[in-house]
């Protein structure tokens, strides 16, 4: 019913490295952050030149950015250069007398650029590697799109809407019936520690929508499929009007999908993900991924 390009999805260690990363880094400027608060309130005067670099919180951001870099280059065949420049900016910080907060300001924010272009040209070269051996093997393009669809959501069980309903549309509550015996109670328990007050956020929101995907009794649809099931039962409803309420039963649940996530990222920066947290978030990238919705998120 939707059908997109490959080259617009993500694979699931995609999804992880892309989640997690941003969560490290998260994690990584907010610690730095503190640190620098931390040293501001203890150095309210100038020390002069190249004094206050020599302070242990500043030491060891420095420290920890030199790691960084040398992760980066090693992981992705980077340039060594890369750490002598930054050894050079350095040099010259402390010699001119630099604001030692203002300039692991700018250079983290240099670093996270760097770390996001070599991640998009990974992703880049990835897809252009995947072409290749396509036209090499022969293979249809369209064909192998289709094909890699309905093996990715053959996995997931079919919601019982109607003899008529769309296998997608089936497949994608089913995957959210699972969401909702295999992860929610890891998944709403970490929510409500990481956001304890009533209110937070949109923790609540979150809580409450999520009930509307997912059957309330065995043998019952969801009730955002109603709908959906109602069009379908209709004989007075056209061709058009079914296939409207698929695609908005499908945006719905991608918006709903997409929107947990972002609070999972905010719930991440309040208290750590324990394995079972982390297994929920990966399986909410595969839902997002299988069904090909990447794409299909809220605007504004």
């Known amino acids: ?123 880049a070269q990835s897809l252009r590697n995947e072409a290749r051996r396509r036209r090499l093997a022969g293979e249809s393009f369209a064909d192998k799109v289709l094909d890699e669809y309905r093996q990715r959501i053959d996995r997931y069980p079919a919601v019982n809407i109607h003899p008529d309903a769309d296998i997608e549309v089936a497949k994608l509550y089913g995957a959210m019936t699972l969401l909702d015996s295999n992860h929610w109670n890891a998944l709403e328990t970490y929510l409500r520690r990481a956001f304890p007050q009533a209110g937070q956020i949109d923790r609540m929101s979150i809580e409450q929508r999520f009930w509307r995907f997912v059957p309330s009794r065995e043998g019952r649809l969801p009730d955002e499929l109603e709908r959906y099931r109602r069009a379908l039962a209709a004989p007075s409803a056209t061709k058009k009007e079914k296939i409207r309420e698929a695609q908005e039963s499908v945006k719905i649940a991608a918006f709903f999908l997409h929107e947990l996530l972002d609070v999972c990222e905010k719930a991440a920066q309040q208290s750590p993900l324990n394995e079972d947290v982390e297994k929920a978030i990966v399986y909410i990238g595969d839902i997002i991924n299988d069904f090909r919705l990447k794409d299909l998120k809220r605007r504004g």
Do not use: W
């Open 1 to 123: 019913m939707f059908q997109k390009s490959l080259i617009f999805e993500i694979t699931s260690i995609e999804f992880s490295e892309c989640f997690f990363g941003r969560i490290r880094r998260n994690h990584f400027v907010r610690s730095a952050v503190l640190a620098m608060a931390s040293f501001d309130a203890h150095n309210s005067v100038v020390l002069g030149k190249g004094r206050s670099f020599s302070k242990p919180e500043v030491t060891e951001i420095i420290d920890d950015l030199k790691a960084k870099y040398e992760c980066l280059i090693f992981d992705n065949a980077l340039n060594p250069a890369l750490i002598e420049a930054f050894d050079d900016r350095l040099f010259h910080a402390r010699n001119t007398g630099r604001d030692p907060k203002r300039f692991l300001e700018e250079e983290m924010a240099a670093y996270q650029e760097l770390e996001a272009q070599t991640q998009a040209k990974q992703y």
